[in-house]
């Protein structure tokens, strides 16, 4: 592949040194990228930092160049979607969804018209709420969806009136460091900087002196040290981390109807989404039969490289994560688990594993307690719904959730018992979409995402109040 470059004040940098990044399709080194060192990092803060004494202040024209950066990120998705599978794994057909996706939440954020929030205008004064922007935003981004999960961060902070500097994971970096190129003559300089590397990359972003404001996804274990680096002076902070998303399925649902929704919602992206379906709760009538159409999916379902057309899900990202899937695997097996589908590594090169379903599990097996982030789908029984429902939410986690059933007002009701920042009935993760917030409760999370809500948080409340007109008048008249 040709050279990757960070973009620092609107042109290509190249620091000295560089990282490997591996294809995991292969488990090779396919590319390298940029290694940002201390002094560029500094050179990214200052750019960021000058920009936004100008940037803040045209909301028309920030609306205007986040359209023209979504028209140049669809143009660009042949290049974008080839870099995106090699680095993450995904299917070619995948990543161009994410690249739409993308798209369409810069064009919400563009379009999103804020109102203004006057709470007095009478005789006796003004008074008005306004929200400012924070200044210099730190955005550190994950391998899952290293593309959407920037956007869900740059579209909002950027329309407030912020400039950014974002730092990919370390593990797909590529495409993050191809779209500042792509946006280098669509923002003016300094508004958009991209850097990348190891760390303590990401130590130095949190602790900068000029970051206002860090927004991380990542996991709860870097999110926790995140929100401690960011306390030193109080720089605000969105975190969105983990999550293990219990699935409840009531008595009344039929397995052959939900299995394939169910499965999906558990093994898109390989089971490598915050929100996918980490753990079914299902009735013990229906058990048996909902363990076999899940396993019929998993067995049906295609695994390969991503470049490949007739593939459905591509590797593990890496090495890391396909070795803690295949750990927390192997225990449930070594605990007494079945696996009525996969189990195992698949054979040949790359991180490949089998789409895996088990039964047999117990709520104190690892991979029902902790987030397994990978193809593996633990199902286990219930008899008494109200322990289900306090089953489900015995974690520390509390991002997303779904209820299964055709009695929908029953479902309603058991949804809104479950204690997570969002949850669906008949469907897992139905709710994301760029006109709603999205944030966990416990360990997933402080603050949101999305929405206005989403641009709030890149935000800071200022109350601007004067005397009535009028009054003002009258007494210059004294």
Wanted: proline letters at 6%; hydrophobic letters at 40%.
């Amino acid at each position: 592949m040709s050279e990757f470059t960070m973009t620092i004040d609107g042109a290509a940098v190249s620091p000295p040194d560089s990282f490997d990044v591996v294809n995991p399709a292969t488990a090779e080194v396919f590319a390298d990228a940029p290694a940002c060192d201390r002094p560029r990092l500094d050179a990214a803060m200052a750019a960021a930092d000058a920009a936004y004494r100008t940037w803040k202040t045209d909301d028309r024209a920030r609306q205007a160049v986040l359209r023209e950066m979504a028209d140049a990120l669809e143009a660009a998705t042949d290049r974008l979607a080839s870099v995106l599978t090699a680095e993450q794994g995904k299917p070619l057909g995948d990543s161009r969804t994410e690249i739409f996706m993308s798209a369409l939440w810069l064009r919400y954020y563009a379009d999103l018209e804020i109102p203004r929030e006057v709470v007095q205008d009478d005789e006796r004064g003004f008074a008005e709420v306004v929200r400012r922007p924070l200044g210099v935003v730190a955005a550190i981004t994950p391998w899952n969806f290293p593309l959407l999960l920037a956007i869900w961060k740059i579209a909002p902070a950027l329309r407030a009136g912020n400039t950014m500097v974002l730092k990919p994971s370390p593990y797909t970096p590529l495409a993050t460091l191809v779209l500042g190129e792509v946006w280098r003559d669509v923002t003016p300089p300094g508004v958009f900087n991209v850097v990348s590397g190891l760390e303590p990359l990401g130590t130095w972003l949190t602790g900068h002196p000029t970051t206002r404001k860090v927004s991380f996804t990542g996991s709860t274990t870097v999110g926790k040290r995140v929100a401690a680096a960011t306390a030193e002076d109080l720089k605000r902070v969105t975190l969105e981390l983990g999550g293990n998303d219990p699935a409840i399925v009531l008595e009344d649902a039929d397995p052959q109807q939900i299995a394939e929704s169910l499965f999906w919602d558990a093994f898109r992206n390989n089971g490598q989404v915050c929100l996918a379906v980490k753990r079914v709760y299902v009735h013990e009538s229906r058990h048996a039969d909902l363990v076999e159409a899940l396993a019929e999916h998993a067995r049906k379902v295609r695994v390969g490289d991503g470049t490949k057309e007739d593939v459905q899900l591509g590797p593990i990202n890496n090495r890391l994560q396909f070795e803690r899937v295949r750990e927390m695997v192997e225990n449930a097996l070594g605990q007494g688990a079945v696996a009525a589908a996969g189990g195992a590594p698949l054979e040949g090169p790359g991180y490949f594993y089998a789409p895996t379903i088990l039964t047999g599990v117990t709520d104190a097996t690892r991979i029902v307690g902790e987030e397994q982030f990978g193809p593996a789908l633990p199902v286990l029984t219930y008899r008494d719904l109200d322990d289900a429902i306090g089953r489900a939410n015995a974690s520390q986690y509390g991002l997303t959730a779904s209820v299964w059933s055709p009695d929908l007002d029953r479902a309603t009701s058991v949804a809104s018992q479950l204690d997570c920042g969002q949850v669906s009935v008949n469907t897992h993760g139905g709710a994301v979409r760029p006109d709603l917030p999205f944030g966990g409760h416990k360990w997933s999370g402080l603050g949101v995402e999305n929405g206005p809500w989403g641009l709030y948080g890149f935000t800071e409340l200022q109350v601007l109040a004067r005397p009535a007109r009028q009054a003002f008048a009258d007494n210059d008249n004294v």
